[in-house]
């Protein structure tokens, strides 16, 4: 079982940063992701990065503006968030995909973390 812990997430202005960290308890499956879930909304992708790191791939609401990296020898993720937004502000989530390829759905992923708390003031 591979638990996920995020972290990095605050409360910030609008056209701030942030790094979000997602640490895995062991080594990860091929394909990590990132979601988030917005007071009353369901929960949707965002980013995800195969181990290689090659070609992530975004969401088109965060295009450009989001970045996600992960670093092997830590067994973490990472989503660096620059130009914030006020409808960034969610819940976001860490996942793992045991295996398989490239996904954007909830039910592809098999292990989540808890979340952490982005919320962007105006």
């Known amino acids: 079982q591979v638990q996920l812990v995020e972290s990095g997430g605050g409360l910030v202005q609008a056209g701030g940063s942030l790094r979000l960290s997602c640490a895995a308890s062991a080594r990860t499956s091929n394909i990590m992701a990132w979601f988030r879930q917005a007071p009353g909304n369901e929960r949707e992708f965002v980013a995800s990065?195969?181990?290689?790191?090659?070609?992530?791939y975004y969401a088109d609401s965060v295009k450009g503006r989001f970045t996600i990296s992960r670093d092997n020898t830590k067994n973490t993720v990472y989503l660096q968030i620059s130009r914030l937004k006020p409808e960034d502000t969610a819940v976001y989530y860490c996942?793992?995909?045991?295996?398989?390829?490239?996904?954007?759905?909830?039910?592809?992923?098999?292990?989540w973390g808890q979340g952490t708390q982005v919320t962007v003031s105006s």
């Open positions: 990065i195969s181990w290689s790191a090659y070609n992530p």
């Open positions: 996942a793992a995909r045991a295996a398989g390829s490239v996904a954007v759905k909830e039910d592809q992923y098999d292990y």
